[in-house]
Every structure is written in C-alpha cells, then in structure tokens.
C-alpha cells in the first residue's frame, strides 16, 4: 500500500504563509493518473475538502481559500503541494493528503496548521 507523508505544517501569524507538501512512498503511473486533494479538520468541525487537482493539473478550491491557497503536484517526485497564503485564524486545523483512489482512497497522517491573531 503506497503511503503519503505530510510535512510543513506548524504555528504561524495570521496574515502569514506555510507550504504544506505530501510526499508519496512511491510514485508511477497510479500517481500520474490520481486525483490528489487536500482536506481539512477543525475540532468538533467535520473534515472538509480544501483544494484538488487532477492528473490533467485541473484545480478547484473550497471558496474559503480562493485566491489565498494553491495546490500544485510534481509527478516525478510524486508530491503534491499546498501553498497557503493570507492565514487567518478559521484555518488552523489538521490538514490531510488524500490520494482518490478506486475502490478504496489513500490518506496521509496530516499535519498540523495553527494560525494565530
């Protein structure tokens, strides 16, 4: 089973940046050919979907970080990246890798994002 591994996450001010990246244990042409997506999770708040992108490099974007967030992927790397910018406070949360994936999608462990005022 392919892992993916978060990193990049930590304490910011708001009005900051973070770059957060996912790294696949292995990449291929599952990798090229998945949809990967970035999702969140507040305490006491369902997960939600944050950012995707397909294997064509279409984008979409949850429209409270329209304009704010980019994601992005590096297929010979097998990574996937989530650029944050203008941090408010409401995005602090766990932010997770997910791999779409038929029957069953991959997730990684997430990483921490805490923004403070």
């Known amino acids: 089973q392919v892992q993916l591994v978060e990193s990049g996450g930590g304490l910011v001010q708001a009005g900051g940046s973070l770059r957060l990246s996912c790294a696949a244990s292995?990449?291929?042409?599952?990798?090229?050919?998945?949809?990967m997506a970035w999702y969140r999770q507040a305490p006491g708040s369902q997960r939600e979907l944050v950012a995707g992108i397909t294997s064509g490099g279409s984008t979409n974007y949850a429209d409270s970080v329209k304009g704010r967030f980019t994601i992005s992927r590096d297929n010979a790397k097998g990574t996937v990246y989530l650029q944050m910018n203008s941090l408010k406070p409401e995005d602090t949360a766990v932010y997770y890798c997910k791999q779409e994936r038929s029957p069953n999608a991959v997730w990684g462990q997430g990483t921490q994002v805490t923004v403070s005022s």
């Open positions: 292995r990449t291929g042409i599952i990798f090229r050919l998945s949809t």
